[in-house]
């Protein structure tokens, strides 16, 4: 068996290539210095362990001794894994993206030995076919080339790189809007407006991404303007995902994307930071409708991130893949989705007759198959299980009563789910990364504050404290952003401080630790430090000092993650209202400023910074309550709280002398805030003038409402 050095890394990704016969470089000074002492180009290949196409290219193509042969002879070969390295990933998808117009993983680059790109693309078969080229002609060809026009490539290469400089580049325009106004708020709206698909939900046709970020922002939108449009959009599309194959209907949680429009057919991959990022959608769709299918719906992914996500110290796994095999005994021979799908016969086998036609009925079950367009036969005659009619339908259909025949459902999903479970599992990349953690610690702390469920609070502090004790150093202020069998390592990026922070404010809010009010402080200005570019505004992906990045970008695509600048503006004004330190709003508001082309230009690209520009521009409230941790009459004024859509506010407990006096520093009015008549009492508080204090929840409420 081959090994390479990969063998030797921590990344499930890497180390699923560890024994190609190519012989694979981690990222790093031994791959580079060989390059440059051989004069080799390099070969970069960058995905990621549950990525359905790069095992497909490493199957065709990585284990094959035919091409691992020419990439032995003819090149330095560096596997990279995006989701620990996403700075290097961002850098050559900005290549990929401008020269081919389109991206994707797996990543194929050819690089300098300086690092600068010169050709890329994405997949590419073994041979020449469906009008793709051939890897093994690609590589024959560019190695020809880099022995003929050795110092044309390096010369254009050096010249791509200014021009990407130039492409990345973040600063205020000389023309246009200077600063931020409403106008451009509306602008984003009207765009998603026309874009949104008013039957099926989503933005656009197939395939259909979940990008939760444009959720956030619809929601904020909706609260300040009272567009029932804005809310709609929102609403319905949660409904139809929550209907679709995209959601799995047993085991809960949301598989990557759909590719038809109807939500109906996955990419069964599942991403933690899908189910984080969707479980907030919901549960604020919940608070803005108290309609209980949203909170079951985030329900649904909280168990299944418990069940099967979650690391034994508490911290959160990455990524369930797509395939798996459907044979126990044949472990190498993978699908997709076989983890998931059922043939009619299957189901009958598991239920009563009776029980097996309710299930048919309710969850769109043929005995051929539910997949009608299938041309690679991928589905084999087997049902991707979708609500294909809603209990109350199915119960009027059987003409039986309908709690009967919900609870004769609810006990044939427990019994499919054991099942499943005894099925080999998809692979499940088990490590630990920091910013992803953080949206999982963000939706587990509103889970519980808005479902007042305590086991989804204390799941969103034992995450917190096992970042706080494996990732972060004190005394040095650094931020790690991967942690996998005992080890911590890689450096934190502007994402892993902004949405570790924006995890940290979110817990306070539901458990008023202090501890983490402070140390989301400290992470901020750790932040500032680091990646701030304090002359034009805005936030790096990278601190300064890695020679081997050749760009440093400001990443503002909130795409299917929010970006770190979307996510550090809002954290700034958050604390802004709490600490009263003003160089926090001037770095939110210089930051905005080199954004506003962006903003103004394509608003859809930057969902999440609209969301915070709302935050900006809006009527910020600050509400101190004043009481003991834990008492019934502090808990029914948070329940009051905590049932509300209010996004646009910050909230602090005065529970103690020790937290009035470190609270009053920021917001000095704290120290005449007292108990009414011996019960907890709240204050409702806009730009640091107080309205009168009230005990009751219901006047409360009146007082927050939008």
Same mark, same amino acid.
């Given at each position: 068996?081959?090994?390479?050095?990969?063998?030797?890394?921590?990344?499930?990704?890497?180390?699923?290539?560890?024994?190609?016969?190519?012989?694979?470089?981690?990222?790093?000074?031994?791959?580079?210095? =060989?390059?440059?002492?051989?004069? =080799?180009?390099?070969?970069?290949?960058?995905? /990621? +362990?549950?990525?359905?196409?790069?095992?497909?290219?490493?199957?065709?193509?990585? %284990?094959?001794?035919?091409?691992?042969?020419?990439?032995?002879?003819?090149?330095?070969?560096?596997?990279?894994?995006?989701?620990?390295?996403?700075?290097?990933?961002?850098?050559?998808?900005?290549?990929?993206?401008?020269?081919?117009?389109?991206?994707?993983?797996?990543?194929?680059?050819?690089?300098?030995?300086?690092?600068?790109?010169?050709?890329?693309?994405?997949?590419?078969?073994?041979?020449?076919?469906?009008?793709?080229?051939?890897?093994?002609?690609?590589?024959?060809?560019?190695?020809?080339?880099?022995?003929?026009?050795?110092?044309?490539?390096?010369?254009?290469?050096?010249?791509?790189?200014?021009?990407?400089?130039?492409?990345?580049?973040?600063?205020?325009?000389?023309?246009?809007?200077?600063?931020?106004?409403?106008?451009?708020?509306?602008?984003?709206?009207?765009?998603?407006?026309?874009?949104?698909?008013?039957?099926?939900?989503?933005?656009?046709?197939?395939?259909?991404?979940?990008?939760?970020?444009?959720?956030?922002?619809?929601?904020?939108?909706?609260?300040?303007? &009272?567009?029932?449009?804005?809310?709609?959009?929102?609403?319905?599309?949660?409904?139809?995902?929550?209907?679709?194959?995209?959601?799995?209907?047993?085991?809960?949680?949301?598989?990557?994307?759909?590719?038809?429009?109807?939500?109906?057919?996955?990419?069964?991959?599942?991403?933690? /930071?899908?189910?984080?990022?969707?479980?907030?959608?919901?549960?604020?769709?919940?608070?803005?409708?108290?309609?209980?299918?949203?909170?079951?719906?985030?329900?649904?992914?909280?168990?299944?991130?418990?069940?099967?996500?979650?690391?034994?110290?508490?911290?959160?796994?990455?990524?369930?893949?797509?395939?798996?095999?459907?044979?126990?005994?044949?472990?190498?021979?993978?699908?997709?989705?076989?983890?998931?799908?059922?043939?009619?016969?299957?189901?009958?086998?598991?239920?009563?007759?009776?029980?097996?036609?309710?299930?048919?009925?309710?969850?769109?079950?043929?005995?051929?198959?539910?997949?009608?367009?299938?041309? &690679?036969?991928?589905?084999?005659?087997?049902?991707?299980?979708?609500?294909?009619?809603?209990?109350?339908?199915?119960?009027?259909?059987?003409?039986?009563?309908?709690? %009967?025949?919900?609870?004769?459902?609810?006990?044939?999903?427990?019994?499919?789910?054991?099942?499943?479970?005894?099925?080999?599992?998809?692979?499940?990349?088990?490590?630990?990364?920091?910013?992803?953690?953080?949206?999982?610690?963000?939706?587990?702390?509103?889970?519980?504050?808005?479902?007042?469920?305590?086991?989804?609070?204390?799941?969103?502090?034992?995450?917190?404290?096992?970042?706080?004790?494996?990732?972060?150093?004190?005394?040095?202020?650094?931020?790690?952003?991967?942690?996998?069998?005992?080890?911590?390592?890689?450096?934190?990026?502007?994402?892993? /401080?902004?949405?570790?922070?924006?995890?940290?404010?979110?817990?306070?809010?539901?458990?008023?630790?202090?501890?983490?009010?402070?140390?989301?402080?400290?992470?901020?200005?750790?932040?500032?430090?680091?990646?701030?570019?304090?002359?034009?505004?805005?936030?790096?992906?990278?601190?300064?000092?890695?020679?081997?990045?050749?760009?440093?970008v400001k990443e503002d695509y909130d795409g299917a993650e929010p970006s770190g600048n979307s996510v550090a503006i809002l954290n700034l004004l958050r604390l802004a209202q709490i600490s009263k330190r003003a160089e926090f709003r001037e770095s939110a508001e210089l930051a905005v400023?080199?954004?506003?082309?962006?903003?103004?230009?394509?608003?859809?690209?930057?969902?999440?910074?609209?969301?915070?520009?709302?935050?900006?521009?809006?009527?910020?409230?600050?509400?101190?309550?004043?009481?003991?941790?834990?008492?019934?009459?502090?808990?029914?004024?948070?329940?009051?709280?905590?049932?509300?859509?209010?996004?646009?506010?910050?909230?602090?407990?005065?529970?103690?002398?020790?937290?009035? +006096?470190?609270?009053?520093?920021?917001?000095?009015?704290?120290?005449?805030?007292?108990?009414?008549?011996?019960?907890?009492?709240?204050?409702?508080?806009?730009? /640091?003038?107080?309205?009168?204090?009230?005990?009751?929840?219901?006047?409360?409420?009146?007082?927050?409402?939008?």
């Open positions: 068996m081959h090994t390479n050095r990969l063998a030797h890394e921590k990344s499930p990704y890497l180390l699923q290539h560890a024994h190609n016969p190519v012989d694979w470089y981690p990222w790093g000074p031994e791959a580079f210095e =060989k390059a440059r002492r051989e004069n =080799k180009p390099i070969f970069l290949s960058i995905g /990621y +362990s549950t990525c359905h196409w790069c095992h497909v290219m490493e199957r065709e193509s990585f %284990e094959n001794d035919q091409i691992a042969a020419l990439l032995n002879r003819d090149y330095v070969s560096i596997k990279v894994d995006r989701e620990e390295r996403p700075d290097v990933d961002r850098i050559y998808m900005t290549f990929v993206q401008s020269t081919t117009g389109g991206g994707g993983w797996p990543m194929s680059v050819w690089l300098t030995p300086d690092l600068e790109p010169f050709f890329g693309g994405t997949y590419f078969p073994p041979e020449s076919r469906y009008g793709h080229p051939g890897f093994a002609s690609v590589l024959s060809q560019v190695t020809g080339a880099w022995q003929t026009r050795h110092d044309q490539i390096v010369d254009s290469a050096r010249d791509i790189i200014a021009q990407l400089e130039k492409h990345v580049t973040v600063a205020p325009a000389r023309t246009g809007p200077a600063e931020m106004d409403h106008a451009i708020l509306d602008t984003g709206y009207f765009v998603f407006r026309r874009t949104f698909d008013s039957q099926l939900g989503g933005f656009g046709g197939a395939p259909k991404f979940p990008r939760p970020s444009v959720f956030q922002f619809l929601l904020r939108y909706h609260a300040r303007t &009272h567009s029932e449009e804005a809310r709609e959009m929102v609403l319905l599309t949660l409904r139809e995902m929550t209907k679709g194959g995209i959601h799995d209907q047993l085991g809960g949680g949301f598989h990557r994307y759909s590719v038809d429009d109807r939500w109906f057919v996955p990419h069964f991959e599942k991403m933690l /930071y899908d189910q984080a990022q969707l479980a907030i959608a919901c549960l604020e769709a919940f608070q803005v409708t108290r309609d209980a299918q949203y909170a079951d719906t985030a329900r649904g992914i909280f168990d299944y991130v418990l069940r099967d996500m979650t690391d034994a110290g508490g911290g959160f796994y990455s990524a369930e893949d797509a395939d798996s095999a459907a044979d126990a005994a044949q472990p190498t021979v993978k699908s997709e989705g076989a983890f998931y799908i059922w043939s009619a016969a299957e189901i009958r086998a598991l239920l009563d007759p009776q029980t097996a036609e309710c299930f048919f009925h309710r969850y769109g079950v043929a005995e051929r198959g539910n997949v009608a367009n299938d041309p &690679h036969g991928e589905f084999g005659g087997r049902n991707i299980l979708y609500q294909a009619n809603d209990v109350e339908d199915t119960a009027l259909h059987f003409e039986r009563p309908v709690e %009967e025949v919900r609870a004769a459902l609810d006990g044939a999903v427990q019994t499919l789910l054991g099942a499943r479970a005894r099925r080999v599992r998809p692979h499940l990349d088990d490590k630990v990364l920091t910013s992803w953690n953080g949206l999982m610690v963000s939706a587990f702390a509103l889970g519980g504050a808005a479902l007042d469920e305590p086991r989804y609070a204390e799941a969103a502090r034992r995450a917190a404290e096992f970042l706080i004790a494996n990732a972060w150093d004190a005394a040095t202020g650094v931020l790690l952003r991967r942690y996998r069998l005992g080890e911590s390592a890689i450096p934190g990026f502007l994402d892993d /401080y902004a949405l570790f922070t924006q995890a940290l404010l979110d817990l306070y809010e539901a458990q008023f630790d202090r501890r983490h009010l402070e140390l989301a402080i400290r992470l901020t200005e750790q932040m500032r430090e680091r990646f701030e570019d304090r002359a034009v505004g805005g936030f790096f992906s990278t601190a300064e000092g890695d020679s081997s990045l050749v760009l440093r400023r080199a954004f506003i082309p962006r903003l103004a230009n394509v608003p859809v690209a930057l969902p999440q910074m609209l969301a915070a520009c709302e935050f900006l521009l809006g009527d910020a409230r600050q509400i101190i309550l004043v009481g003991e941790r834990g008492a019934d009459d502090t808990r029914a004024l948070l329940r009051e709280l905590h049932s509300r859509f209010i996004p646009n506010r910050i909230m602090l407990l005065v529970d103690s002398a020790e937290t009035r +006096s470190a609270l009053e520093a920021g917001i000095p009015a704290i120290q005449e805030m007292h108990k009414l008549d011996g019960r907890a009492a709240a204050y409702v508080c806009r730009n /640091y003038t107080c309205q009168l204090p009230v005990s009751e929840a219901a006047r409360l409420g009146e007082l927050v409402q939008y």
